[in-house]
């Protein structure tokens, strides 16, 4: 099995801002500050975390289940 890719670069919905971010091995993230207009980003019904809904990877547990990187 391949090691999870641990980046991410979200975007935010409101603005567009993308922004490269770190993914925890051990939770998943269900909140983020878009630090460009400050929205809140929440996961999408359906998606476990906000790397899922607005991140070009996802999250790591995601990524085992998929056995592939981003």
């Known amino acids: 099995m391949r090691e ?12 567009g801002h993308r922004s490269a ?3 925890p091995t051990d939770a998943c993230l269900f909140f983020h500050d878009c630090p460009a207009c400050g929205a809140l980003l929440k996961p999408r019904p359906g998606d476990c975390c906000v ?11 995601v990524q085992a289940e998929r056995g592939c990187c981003g």
């Open 4 to 15: 999870p890719c641990l980046q991410s670069t979200l975007t935010c919905p409101q603005c």
């Open 21 to 23: 971010e770190t993914m």
């Open 51 to 61: 790397f899922c809904s607005y991140g070009d990877v996802p999250c790591p547990p």
